[in-house]
């Protein structure tokens, strides 16, 4: 192209390297820690609930207050939106890398804080866990632009949906890391104590030793995250913001020598004319803006918020279906260590044999079948199976059907990561302009977590049972978990339709996508290509 730098060119061309492996390891263990942190929490509330909320002689064990329940698990999520807002656009004013290194120092600060939660009472002990977490989800919603916007800029236009895919995938491993931290944490509490059921004694069914197991589970994000710290302040700036946005072509091409191992000249003349254009000028809140990327915006952050609410609802709720279904039995016939136990191997079996698979699937074929395809059929069975778990709901919970059930409820998972739960991260990365990337992609994430936030505090309530009796202490009647199971189903189908308005992206570089390598005003993203999405 007319317009395109040397230094971009050598980036979109270059073969698969070591320092594109790097950047996906950095990158991706901030993600490996941002799951985590998020979906561990769903393992350790009933823990909590036993611990600060049983009363004496009651006949079941003590559980966390309906609003208590929302803010433990959703403040994380508020704080993720919060940040995903503020650090993405603070990423295209700042540079990449200056921000990078804050997320991560706040995510490590906040996680270890949140293990440490003080106080002599359960409202203190669980206010000022709120208040962690509420910084940690900040820190967490840093990493979502920033990480996609940086791997997206590293990578060849060639493999570069994979590399991004690859980052996110980070997060299927966190997720089964959690469960398998909960189990060994468990079992090592089970095996030393050996208490009796709540049902059999229900004083002896629980120790105080018990309150270090929820903090060792949370702590326990901080480490990998740690470790990354030194190479993730070692990652030079990217080249497209270094030139693009920073208008330093030097430094643009000497970083990439660097990286790349190649000589790199400084074309200083054609950035400063390259982004005097108009295509470089106008601003989020622009006319010239909302033609040309306005309903690339709207298809990005309605997928992504459509695609959240079913996603979050189910993972942070999942113990809740599987209670439905007698997978976990009545909290009554257990201990309260060996209700962490069963909790955390249902969410370390669905993630191994479901949530990690679907994840690379999608690294493996984006490339190859494109973005638009594989948004379009995660949506599709996602629908499908969750009409195929609700409409016959009935029948699923009858002991003998009991794994029918939950083989079909990890292919709603499998499908959500070999489809929008991958794609809606790697997009928005891929078709704005390089001084408003991490921005958008900021928005687009925000409104994911506006959809997480609505399926977390909407489905505790929906999916209690129409029956007062077998609703949980403190909560009014809901939906039940099969008409909340039908309203997803619905939402999923809504995110096929909004999916029309995403654009393909696969094989063109960042510059064609946005538009950026003409710096006339008539210059259009060439993202209309509808041939290459099916």
Not at 59 to 87: E, I
Not at 208 to 223: E, P
Not at 237 to 263: C, F, G, I, P, W
Not at 403 to 410: A, L, P, R, T
Request: aromatic share 14%; proline share 4%.
């Amino acid at each position: 192209m007319a317009g395109e730098l040397r230094v971009l060119n050598a980036l979109d061309v270059a073969k698969t390297q070591w320092y594109h492996f790097t950047a996906i390891v950095i990158a991706g263990m901030g993600f490996f820690t941002d799951a985590y942190d998020l979906f561990c929490i769903s393992l350790v509330t009933k823990l909590l609930g036993r611990l600060y909320y049983t009363e004496p002689g009651a006949p079941k064990p003590g559980t966390l207050p309906p609003r208590v329940q929302a803010s433990v698990t959703g403040v994380a999520l508020c704080g993720t939106l919060a940040g995903q807002l503020f650090f993405g656009w603070l990423g295209d004013k700042l540079g990449r890398k200056r921000v990078y290194g804050l997320t991560l120092v706040l995510m490590v600060v906040c996680s270890l804080a949140s293990g440490l939660s003080f106080g002599s009472t359960p409202k203190g002990v669980l206010a000022t866990l709120c208040f962690f977490r509420f910084w940690l989800g900040f820190g967490i919603g840093g990493d979502y632009p920033l990480s996609a916007t940086i791997m997206s800029e590293y990578a060849n236009k060639k493999t570069r949906g994979a590399f991004i895919a690859a980052v996110f995938a980070m997060q299927g491993f966190g997720i089964l890391a959690g469960g398998i931290v909960a189990l060994i944490v468990s079992y090592a509490y089970d095996q030393k104590y050996n208490l009796p059921t709540y049902e059999q004694n229900p004083e002896a069914s629980i120790v105080q030793s018990f309150d270090y197991v929820w903090r060792i589970i949370l702590m326990f994000g901080a480490i990998p995250a740690a470790l990354t710290y030194y190479w993730r302040m070692k990652m030079p700036e990217t080249a497209r913001y270094t030139a693009l946005v920073a208008k330093n072509a030097k430094q643009a091409a000497s970083d990439m020598s660097k990286v790349l191992q190649v000589e790199l000249e400084a074309e200083e003349e054609k950035v400063q004319k390259l982004t005097q254009g108009e295509s470089h000028r106008y601003g989020l809140f622009s006319k010239e803006f909302l033609r040309r990327h306005g309903l690339h915006l709207v298809g990005t952050t309605t997928t992504w918020f459509l695609l959240d609410i079913a996603f979050y609802s189910q993972n942070l709720f999942q113990k809740d279906i599987f209670s439905a279904i007698g997978w976990i039995p009545p909290a009554k016939t257990m201990n309260a260590i060996h209700e962490v136990y069963r909790i955390a191997r249902a969410q370390t079996l669905i993630a191994l044999c479901s949530t990690v698979p679907g994840y690379w699937f999608t690294v493996f074929l984006i490339d190859h079948i494109g973005r638009f395809a594989i948004q379009l059929i995660g949506f599709f069975f996602m629908t499908v199976f969750m009409f195929a778990l609700a409409i016959p709901y009935d029948h699923w919970t009858e002991k003998a059907n009991r794994i029918g059930f939950v083989v079909i409820y990890s292919l709603t998972f499998f499908f959500a990561n070999f489809g929008p739960n991958a794609t809606t991260f790697v997009v928005p990365a891929e078709i704005f302009p390089a001084r408003l990337r991490s921005t958008c992609h900021g928005i687009s994430a925000a409104a994911g977590k506006a959809g997480a936030i609505v399926g977390a505090f909407g489905f505790l309530y929906a999916a209690q049972s129409k029956d007062p009796k077998k609703t949980d202490a403190g909560y009014p009647t809901g939906i039940g978990v099969k008409n909340s199971l039908i309203v997803l189903g619905v939402i999923n189908l809504l995110g096929m339709l909004f999916t029309l308005l995403v654009p393909e992206s696969k094989g063109k570089s960042l510059e064609e996508l946005s538009g950026e390598n003409d710096g006339s005003a008539d210059a259009e993203p060439e993202v209309s290509d509808r041939t290459n999405r099916v």
